[in-house]
């Protein structure tokens, strides 16, 4: 089993409509939940982190943890064609480590 | 400061030869990663150090792969002898082991071909 499981899609919106990404993860003992978003060719930038239960907002961006189901997700709202990307869902391990979820392809239609 | 520095940037090699890819991690950091990024696999941990120490090889692929940090601001990826299924681009990034909440920070990445 690996340890982040994404949707890997393609997913597919149209501009100025929400997306939503969703990540599972199995190291229960895990405290930090991370998105990267990844341009084709380019390396992994962080969009947004969340370490407690419940909602974290960021502009457009919206983060929200599980622990109890081990779920972690992320709504872009208003999506923008400038949104495409492949996001990956990263969980820092008990020992430190990060972990990558194979990452989901979005597309926002213009 | 100027980031997760990784050298070279593209690989081209003959399937046989010695490979060897670099890292400066951003300074202050004591945690370092070693990932390979395919379109298959996605994007998988190789090897982690802290505090220049190996901690965990255990997505090393083979004996061919192996890794090094010296010191607290390098580290090399090497895979000798190369083979085509090596071909990916191969990521490094660092974070700040006393913190669990920082995220790791990602070099340019050297994307390799073995022909």
């Known amino acids: 089993q690996k340890e982040v499981e994404q949707n890997s899609g393609p997913l597919s919106v149209p501009e100025g409509a929400i997306a939503s990404l969703n990540c599972t993860y199995s190291d229960r003992g895990s405290q930090s939940f991370f998105w990267y978003r990844q341009y084709s060719g380019k390396s992994p930038e962080l969009i947004m982190s969340?370490?407690?239960?419940g909602d974290k907002e960021d502009g457009r961006f919206t983060a929200q943890l599980n622990k109890a189901s081990q779920y972690v997700s992320l709504l872009i709202r208003d999506s923008q064609p400038s949104d495409s990307a492949t996001y990956l869902c990263?969980?820092?391990?008990?020992?430190?480590?990060?972990?990558f979820g194979t990452g989901t392809s979005l597309t926002v239609i213009p | 400061d100027a980031g997760v520095i990784q050298s070279p940037r593209h690989e081209v090699t003959e399937m046989g030869q010695e490979v060897t890819l670099r890292c400066k991690p951003i300074?202050?950091?004591?945690?370092l990663f070693w990932y390979r990024q395919t379109m298959m696999r996605g994007l998988e941990l190789l090897i982690y150090?802290?505090?220049?120490?190996?901690?965990?090889d255990s997505g090393m692929p083979e004996d061919r792969f192996s890794a090094k940090m010296p010191n607290a601001s390098f580290s090399t990826l090497k895979i000798q002898p190369s083979e085509p299924r090596d071909s990916a681009v191969y990521f490094c990034a660092s974070s700040l082991r006393r913190n669990p909440n920082t995220e790791a920070f990602f070099g340019q990445g050297t994307r390799l071909t073995v022909v």
């Open positions: 969340i370490y407690s239960n």
């Open positions: 300074s202050g950091h004591n945690s």
């Open positions: 990263a969980v820092r391990g008990t020992g430190n480590q990060f972990y």
């Open positions: 150090f802290n505090n220049n120490v190996p901690i965990d």
